[in-house]
């Protein structure tokens, strides 16, 4: 076990503040990734601020949306080395064994470790998100990052990316179809980017006019 700096808030009304946390040793299937960026989803707030049906643990370390570089790795992993740009989502572990699990849908595991404020099963509390300078995950949940691509943005894919992306490529969207977005916020504009990208005809639906140039941004060409 050793020491991360991290964020922290100790109630619902408590700002977040500069904290030290736990994380656990590797295990000889884990990665340590050092956190280099990390988005800020609604969903963190929602959290820390308890507002979702009082399910908050304090003291708690949001953040689902990082991307980092692998300093350590266990001595089974074989899919990363020291060096490898990856990135960690919302889910950081799975029973591995259940009818979900098999097919690839571990996020309806019954037994499915969260990134925060989920039981930890090897230290005991809660688990730590990723405002803070490391985390240590099972290789099964970490994704690559190529080498090319912007940091910064990266982060949010982990979360708000995917959410769009996956209802986008299962009902086929491509050059011919037409989408909706309905609401022009965070999930809003990657799904407007998404579509657009896969040839589809856009319409973006907002209550807010000041919007409009952000939803017309990504058809601009230079």
């Not at 990665?31 to 960026?37: C, D, G, K």
């Not at 309806?108 to 990723?130: E, I």
């Not at 022009?184 to 209550?207: E, N, P, Q, S, W």
Request: aromatic fraction near 8%; include cysteine; proline fraction near 6%.
């Amino acid at each position: 076990m050793y020491n991360a700096k991290a964020y922290s808030a100790v109630s619902a009304t408590a700002p977040l503040a500069s904290d030290t946390i736990a994380r656990r040793d590797l295990t000889e299937h884990d990665v340590q990734i050092e956190i280099l960026f990390c988005g800020i989803c609604h969903s963190d707030l929602h959290m820390v601020r308890n507002e979702w049906g009082g399910g908050t643990v304090y003291p708690i370390v949001p953040g689902h949306e990082m991307v980092g570089r692998i300093t350590q790795v266990g001595s089974a992993v074989t899919k990363y080395k020291p060096g490898d740009l990856a990135g960690v989502g919302c889910m950081v572990d799975s029973d591995g064994t259940c009818p979900n699990c098999k097919t690839g849908l571990e996020q309806f595991c019954p037994n499915l470790t969260l990134t925060y404020n989920s039981p930890d099963k090897h230290l005991g509390g809660v688990t730590y998100g990723g405002y803070s300078d490391s985390i240590v995950v099972d290789e099964r949940f970490v994704l690559r990052v190529p080498t090319n691509l912007d940091l910064p943005g990266v982060a949010p894919l982990l979360c708000a990316g995917i959410t769009t992306y996956s209802p986008l490529r299962h009902w086929g969207v491509t050059k011919g179809k037409k989408v909706g977005v309905v609401g022009i916020g965070g999930l809003g504009h990657m799904g407007v980017k998404f579509a657009r990208a896969f040839g589809a005809h856009v319409v973006v639906f907002t209550t807010s006019p000041n919007k409009k140039e952000d939803a017309l941004r990504p058809f601009v060409t230079s």
